[in-house]
């Protein structure tokens, strides 16, 4: 069966750190790949999206992720974490041949040091 | 342009009874989407629609119904609330049905059942 996971469920760092968020899927093929944040009582805002060519996405916000085929992860960075990242992040999997139904993990919540 | 309209934000039903959670946009989406979220589980896929008059189960889609007169609307109904659907749910919509078409989320309906 497909699954995504995200290892960690809390992740606390300080102000100015770096930040990284792991995500691994299980799929038969290469799937689509998005990094979503979701603030406090808000939907989820799409960070960045993988669908093939340069393993390495930029987003937005100053995120960035690497595909690695190799250890089927999609995990997320951010060289210097700023107050306002704090919130839950979710890593979704998708296959062109399934639509839009994506699969999500179970989130991981970033807490922001001063 | 509001985007992906949810109502209400908060409701609190007893068990037993029956609600309809509306989900609104203005974007001229074709693919819209209920998802439930809960801790540790990320986001499920109850229900999807590809265009007024058709719609498709998700992951999880017992107990709720849906359907699609026209491509702005898309409510999400609980026919006999059960404690198991407290959650809370969001509705999406996307341009197309494949997921190279970023989806727009609702800002979440936190439904509880007592």
């Known amino acids: 069966a497909q699954s995504v996971t995200q290892p960690d469920i809390h992740i606390t760092v300080s102000e100015g750190a770096s930040l990284e968020l792991r995500c691994n899927y299980s799929y038969g093929a290469t799937p689509y790949l998005f990094w979503y944040v979701q603030s406090p009582g808000q939907g989820l805002q799409l960070l960045l999206k993988?669908?093939?060519?340069?393993?390495l996405v930029q987003g937005i916000k100053g995120f960035e992720a690497e595909f690695k085929r190799s250890q089927s992860s999609f995990n997320l960075r951010k060289p210097s974490v700023h107050w306002s990242d704090a919130a839950e992040y979710f890593c979704?999997?998708?296959?062109?041949?399934?639509?839009?139904?994506?699969?999500f993990g179970g989130g991981t919540r970033v807490l922001v040091k001063p | 342009n509001a985007g992906v309209t949810q109502t209400p934000k908060f409701q609190v039903l007893k068990t037993g009874q029956s609600m309809t959670l509306q989900c609104a946009q203005d974007m001229n989406h074709e693919y819209m989407s209920w998802y439930r979220q809960d801790p540790g589980m990320g986001l499920r896929l109850i229900h999807y629609?590809?265009?007024?008059?058709?719609?498709d189960q998700g992951e999880v889609p017992n107990g709720y119904n849906v359907s699609r007169s026209t491509t702005e609307d898309f409510p999400l109904r609980l026919l006999s609330a059960a404690p198991s659907q407290t959650s809370v749910y969001f509705c999406?919509?996307?341009?197309?049905?494949?997921?190279?078409?970023?989806?727009?989320f609702g800002d979440g309906t936190r439904l509880s059942i007592l």
């Open positions: 979704a999997v998708g296959l062109k041949a399934a639509g839009n139904k994506l699969t």
């Open positions: 629609s590809v265009g007024a008059g058709i719609t």
């Open positions: 999406a919509s996307s341009k197309g049905f494949y997921s190279n078409q970023p989806q727009h």
């Open positions: 993988y669908f093939s060519g340069d393993t």
